[in-house]
C-alpha cells in the first residue's frame, strides 16, 4: 500500500529515546517525521505535515515558553493546522494557554500510546472538517448562493419554493432539471435562506463516486471495515449533521444504497461500515438532483419507488434557459458583476447585435454554458482593446446556429453570400477548441469527450479544415498555440 495514503505526523519532542518509541508505534499508523529542538522543527514543517505533536516543555525552555511559541508559529502559517501539545509536568496555566492559541489537544506524560493514536485521529478528523468549512466559505464568498437570477413566471415560482422549503428546514427536497440549470446553486439558496444557514452545506456528486466506495462514502467506516480501511473515516451523512446534505445526480446512486439511505431517512440514525456497535443519530436535512427521468427508472428497476417519494416531499422543476430567454439579460448582467469582482472584466456593456445572437441561441449547455461564452467574451473583447462585447467576441458556433435556425424555418432568406463550408468548418474547430479548453489542452481527454477514437483523430480534423480554410486559424488561439505553434 503506498505511503501517500497515510497522515504525516510531525513528533517533536527533545527526549531521543522518547520520539524513538513513540515513532515505533505511530509508524502503523501515520508517516512519521521527527524533530529534537525548535531548529530541526522549524525545518521539519516546511515539509507541512497533517499534524503536529508537540512537547511543550523543550531543553532551552523548560517553562513551555518555545513550545507555545512554535505552536503559535505553526498555526500562523497554516491554520486549521491540528497540533497536539504533550508535556510531563503538569502545567495546567500552560495548557490553558495552549489551547486558547488554537492547539487540538493537550496529553500529560506518560499517556498510553492507543489514546496518543486516537486523540491523533480525533484532532485530524476536526481538522479535515475545518478546511473543508474554509473552502465552503471561501466558495461562497466569489459566488452569491442565492442570487437565483431573472423574472420570469417560471423562475419566481422557483424562488417561491425555495422560500418555503428553506424556512421549513426539514422537508426533503428534489430538484430537477436539465444539465447547467442551476440545480446547485438551488439547494445552496435553500441551505443560505433557511434555518440551517448556519450549519454546514455538505455537497456530493454521487456520479463521481465509484459503486465500491460510495456507503464508505456516504455512511463512513471504522478501521478494518474492509481492505484499506486504515483509519476511521467519518462520511457525508455525519459531516453534515445539523445542516444540509445534497445529494446532486440521485439517480445514480445504486440500488442497494437506495435502500440504506431510505432507512436513515426514516430512522435518522445509522451504524459506520464495520465492527461497530455505536448508533449515531444525525439531524439534517436532505436535497437531491437531477435530470434523469425517474419515472422510467423506477419501470425499469434503476430507482426504488418507496425512495423516490421519500426525497421527494417537496419537487422544484427549474426550466432550461431556452424556456426563460426574457432572463437572458439580466444573467448576462449578474456574470459580468462576478467578473468585475474577481478582478476579471473591465468591461460591462453588450452591444445590440450581441445580445441578438445571446437571445437567439438555443443553450443546449442552460446556465452553464451561458457563463462560459460571457467569461470568453470578455476575454476576447478586452484582447482587442473595445469597450463593449461584439459578435465576434462570440464562440463562432453562436453565429452559426443562428444562421441555421434561419435556414430551419425560412430557406428562402438564407444569405446569398454564406460559405456553408466555412460555417461548418468553424463550428467543428470551436467544439475542438473548448473541448481542448475543459480538459486543460490534453489532446487524448478531449478526443474522449468529442467520441473521436485517439488524440491524432483531433488533428486530422484540424489539419484538413485549417488546408480549406488557412485564415480560419486565427480565430483559434489554442489550437493554433498546441497545433500550429511556429506559425
Given at each position: 500500500?503506498?505511503?501517500?495514503?497515510?497522515?504525516?505526523?510531525?513528533?517533536?519532542?527533545?527526549?531521543?529515546?522518547?520520539?524513538?518509541?513513540?515513532?515505533?508505534?505511530?509508524?502503523?499508523?501515520?508517516?512519521?517525521?521527527?524533530?529534537?529542538?525548535?531548529?530541526?522543527?522549524?525545518?521539519?514543517?516546511?515539509?507541512?505535515?497533517?499534524?503536529?505533536?508537540?512537547?511543550?516543555?523543550?531543553?532551552?525552555?523548560?517553562?513551555?515558553?518555545?513550545?507555545?511559541?512554535?505552536?503559535?508559529?505553526?498555526?500562523?502559517?497554516?491554520?486549521?493546522?491540528?497540533?497536539?501539545?504533550?508535556?510531563?509536568?503538569?502545567?495546567?496555566?500552560?495548557?490553558?494557554?495552549?489551547?486558547?492559541?488554537?492547539?487540538?489537544?493537550?496529553?500529560?506524560?506518560?499517556?498510553?500510546?492507543?489514546?496518543?493514536?486516537?486523540?491523533?485521529?480525533?484532532?485530524?478528523?476536526?481538522?479535515?472538517?475545518?478546511?473543508?468549512?474554509?473552502?465552503?466559505?471561501?466558495?461562497?464568498?466569489?459566488?452569491?448562493?442565492?442570487?437565483?437570477?431573472?423574472?420570469?413566471?417560471?423562475?419566481?415560482?422557483?424562488k417561491q419554493s425555495i422560500q418555503m422549503v428553506a424556512e421549513d428546514g426539514n422537508v426533503s427536497v428534489l430538484i430537477r432539471g436539465e444539465t447547467g440549470t442551476g440545480k446547485e446553486l438551488v439547494a445552496r439558496s435553500i441551505h443560505e435562506q433557511g434555518v440551517r444557514?448556519?450549519?454546514?452545506?455538505?455537497?456530493?456528486?454521487?456520479?463521481?463516486?465509484?459503486?465500491?466506495?460510495?456507503?464508505?462514502?456516504?455512511?463512513?467506516?471504522?478501521?478494518?471495515?474492509?481492505?484499506?480501511?486504515?483509519?476511521?473515516?467519518?462520511?457525508?451523512?455525519?459531516?453534515?449533521?445539523?445542516?444540509?446534505?445534497?445529494?446532486?445526480?440521485?439517480?445514480?446512486?445504486?440500488?442497494?444504497?437506495?435502500?440504506?439511505?431510505?432507512?436513515?431517512?426514516?430512522?435518522?440514525?445509522?451504524?459506520?461500515?464495520?465492527?461497530?456497535?455505536?448508533?449515531?443519530?444525525?439531524?439534517?436535512?436532505?436535497?437531491?438532483?437531477?435530470?434523469?427521468?425517474?419515472?422510467?427508472?423506477?419501470?425499469?428497476?434503476?430507482?426504488?419507488?418507496?425512495?423516490?417519494?421519500?426525497?421527494?416531499?417537496?419537487?422544484?422543476?427549474?426550466?432550461?434557459?431556452?424556456?426563460?430567454?426574457?432572463?437572458?439579460?439580466?444573467?448576462?448582467?449578474?456574470?459580468?458583476?462576478?467578473?468585475?469582482?474577481?478582478?476579471?472584466?473591465?468591461?460591462?456593456?453588450?452591444?445590440?447585435?450581441?445580445?441578438?445572437?445571446?437571445?437567439?441561441?438555443?443553450?443546449?449547455?442552460?446556465?452553464?454554458?451561458?457563463?462560459?461564452?460571457?467569461?470568453?467574451?470578455?476575454?476576447?473583447?478586452?484582447?482587442?482593446?473595445?469597450?463593449?462585447?461584439?459578435?465576434?467576441?462570440?464562440?463562432?458556433?453562436?453565429?452559426?446556429?443562428?444562421?441555421?435556425?434561419?435556414?430551419?424555418?425560412?430557406?428562402?432568406?438564407?444569405?446569398?453570400?454564406?460559405?456553408?463550408?466555412?460555417?461548418?468548418?468553424?463550428?467543428?474547430?470551436?467544439?475542438?477548441?473548448?473541448?481542448?479548453?475543459?480538459?486543460?489542452?490534453?489532446?487524448?481527454?478531449?478526443?474522449?469527450?468529442?467520441?473521436?477514437?485517439?488524440?491524432?483523430?483531433?488533428?486530422?480534423?484540424?489539419?484538413?479544415?485549417?488546408?480549406?480554410?488557412?485564415?480560419?486559424?486565427?480565430?483559434?488561439?489554442?489550437?493554433?498555440?498546441?497545433?500550429?505553434?511556429?506559425?
Amino acid at each position: 500500500m503506498p505511503d501517500a495514503i497515510f497522515d504525516q505526523v510531525l513528533i517533536i519532542d527533545d527526549e531521543v529515546g522518547y520520539v524513538a518509541s513513540l515513532e515505533r508505534e505511530l509508524d502503523r499508523v501515520f508517516r512519521v517525521a521527527k524533530a529534537y529542538s525548535v531548529k530541526e522543527a522549524r525545518k521539519q514543517f516546511t515539509k507541512r505535515p497533517d499534524a503536529v505533536l508537540l512537547d511543550i516543555s523543550l531543553s532551552t525552555s523548560r517553562d513551555g515558553t518555545e513550545g507555545v511559541e512554535l505552536l503559535r508559529e505553526f498555526l500562523a502559517a497554516a491554520p486549521g493546522l491540528p497540533v497536539v501539545m504533550l508535556s510531563a509536568c503538569d502545567h495546567v496555566e500552560t495548557a490553558v494557554q495552549c489551547m486558547q492559541q488554537g492547539a487540538s489537544d493537550f496529553i500529560s506524560k506518560p499517556a498510553d500510546i492507543d489514546e496518543i493514536i486516537e486523540r491523533l485521529q480525533k484532532a485530524l478528523d476536526k481538522g479535515r472538517l475545518t478546511k473543508r468549512s474554509k473552502e465552503l466559505e471561501q466558495r461562497l464568498d466569489t459566488i452569491d448562493p442565492t442570487a437565483i437570477i431573472g423574472n420570469s413566471p417560471a423562475i419566481r415560482l422557483v424562488k417561491q419554493s425555495i422560500q418555503m422549503v428553506a424556512e421549513d428546514g426539514n422537508v426533503s427536497v428534489l430538484i430537477r432539471g436539465e444539465t447547467g440549470t442551476g440545480k446547485e446553486l438551488v439547494a445552496r439558496s435553500i441551505h443560505e435562506q433557511g434555518v440551517r444557514r448556519q450549519n454546514p452545506f455538505i455537497p456530493v456528486a454521487l456520479v463521481a463516486l465509484s459503486d465500491s466506495l460510495i456507503e464508505s462514502e456516504l455512511f463512513g467506516h471504522e478501521v478494518g471495515a474492509f481492505t484499506g480501511a486504515d483509519k476511521r473515516r467519518i462520511g457525508y451523512i455525519e459531516e453534515a449533521r445539523n445542516g444540509v446534505l445534497f445529494l446532486d445526480e440521485i439517480g445514480d446512486l445504486p440500488v442497494d444504497i437506495q435502500l440504506k439511505l431510505l432507512r436513515f431517512l426514516d430512522q435518522r440514525s445509522f451504524n459506520r461500515l464495520g465492527n461497530s456497535k455505536e448508533t449515531i443519530e444525525v439531524d439534517l436535512q436532505i436535497i437531491t438532483a437531477t435530470n434523469r427521468n425517474m419515472e422510467i427508472d423506477i419501470k425499469e428497476g434503476r430507482m426504488r419507488e418507496d425512495f423516490f417519494y421519500r426525497i421527494k416531499n417537496v419537487e422544484i422543476h427549474l426550466p432550461p434557459l431556452r424556456e426563460r430567454t426574457s432572463d437572458i439579460p439580466l444573467i448576462v448582467q449578474h456574470f459580468l458583476a462576478l467578473l468585475h469582482k474577481q478582478g476579471r472584466a473591465k468591461i460591462d456593456e453588450l452591444s445590440s447585435g450581441t445580445l441578438d445572437v445571446l437571445m437567439k441561441h438555443p443553450w443546449p449547455g442552460n446556465v452553464r454554458e451561458l457563463k462560459s461564452v460571457v467569461e470568453r467574451a470578455v476575454m476576447y473583447a478586452q484582447f482587442h482593446k473595445r469597450d463593449k462585447i461584439e459578435p465576434e467576441d462570440l464562440p463562432a458556433e453562436l453565429s452559426t446556429q443562428t444562421h441555421l435556425t434561419a435556414v430551419s424555418k425560412k430557406p428562402t432568406v438564407l444569405p446569398g453570400n454564406i460559405n456553408f463550408g466555412l460555417e461548418i468548418a468553424r463550428y467543428e474547430l470551436q467544439m475542438i477548441e473548448s473541448a481542448l479548453e475543459q480538459c486543460k489542452e490534453e489532446k487524448s481527454a478531449a478526443a474522449k469527450m468529442l467520441g473521436m477514437n485517439d488524440r491524432f483523430a483531433i488533428r486530422r480534423r484540424i489539419k484538413t479544415q485549417c488546408d480549406k480554410y488557412p485564415d480560419i486559424l486565427s480565430e483559434f488561439p489554442l489550437i493554433k498555440k498546441l497545433y500550429y505553434p511556429q506559425t
